[in-house]
């Protein structure tokens, strides 16, 4: 069991409050729906799980199985088995996908690695995800559409194999086929390896393949309501604006358990 959470956490950026009082627990085997408006504070929750240099932790708590994380770089953190997949996936000129992989892997597993046992399992993710076999010797996202990054990234999910994934709009710049390959897949990862994850989105199209046990509304910084799948489709009829703060019912077991 692998438990993220995140105590009373306030984060700025070039002085300007993100997140404030934010408060989450995410354990193994369980997905979380993040939804919002834009400008809430989604992707910047995102970004500082994994540590993002640019925001500043001005109070809280980031704990992953009981240690706190707050001063762990990046690489630490991914170390430990947390993984995101970004927004905006960034290129990377010069190093393919292959090698980034294989580099990344290698680093996991240590004496353990194979690489027969590495190409046999690219190779086969490749397939699952009906990716071009000649994207592996490519640069990393270089060239890539909006669609085969975000291939790309759940490529990167399951070779690596993390403990807790946080997906950033995955959905985004996905056609409808490509949608329903990354969401199945998602949940294919999900049901084989059982970690905590957390979706970020705006849209009930990509819920319609990975089913969140609880669903969560962001609005200026924090939580104002969460609930299960039906919040969505409250959402999907009304929009934000009908959710005030008031509103805000927590499921006990969610954080007490």
Do not use: C
Not at 124 to 132: E, Y
Not at 215 to 243: A, C, M, P, Q, R
Request: glycine share 8%; net charge negative; hydrophobic share 40%.
């Amino acid at each position: 069991m692998h438990i993220l959470k995140i105590e009373n956490l306030t984060v700025e950026i070039e002085n300007k409050i993100i997140l404030k009082d934010f408060n989450l627990e995410i354990k193994s085997g369980e997905i979380h729906a993040i939804m919002g408006p834009n400008g809430t504070g989604k992707s910047t929750l995102s970004k500082v799980i994994m540590g993002d240099s640019n925001y500043k932790i001005v109070s809280g708590f980031i704990k992953f199985d009981g240690i706190v994380i707050n001063e762990y770089t990046t690489d630490e953190r991914a170390r430990l088995g947390l993984f995101l997949s970004m927004q905006m996936p960034l290129e990377i000129e010069g190093v393919t996908n292959a090698d980034l992989l294989r580099t990344a892997v290698h680093l996991k597993e240590g004496n353990d690695f194979k690489l027969f046992d590495f190409i046999k399992k690219l190779e086969n993710n490749v397939s699952k995800l009906k990716m071009d076999k000649e994207m592996i010797h490519r640069s990393v996202n270089v060239g890539f559409s909006g669609g085969e990054r975000k291939k790309n990234e759940i490529l990167q999910m399951y070779m690596l194999k993390p403990n807790m994934v946080i997906l950033d709009e995955i959905d985004s710049g996905l056609d409808v086929d490509s949608l329903k390959i990354v969401g199945n897949n998602v949940m294919n990862y999900f049901d084989e390896f059982k970690p905590g994850l957390i979706v970020i989105t705006h849209y009930q199209r990509l819920l319609d393949y990975i089913k969140p046990d609880y669903v969560h509304i962001l609005k200026n910084g924090h939580i104002i309501k969460s609930g299960d799948k039906t919040l969505v489709k409250e959402i999907e009829n009304n929009g934000y604006n009908f959710i005030n703060s008031s509103d805000f019912v927590m499921k006990e077991n969610n954080n007490n358990e």
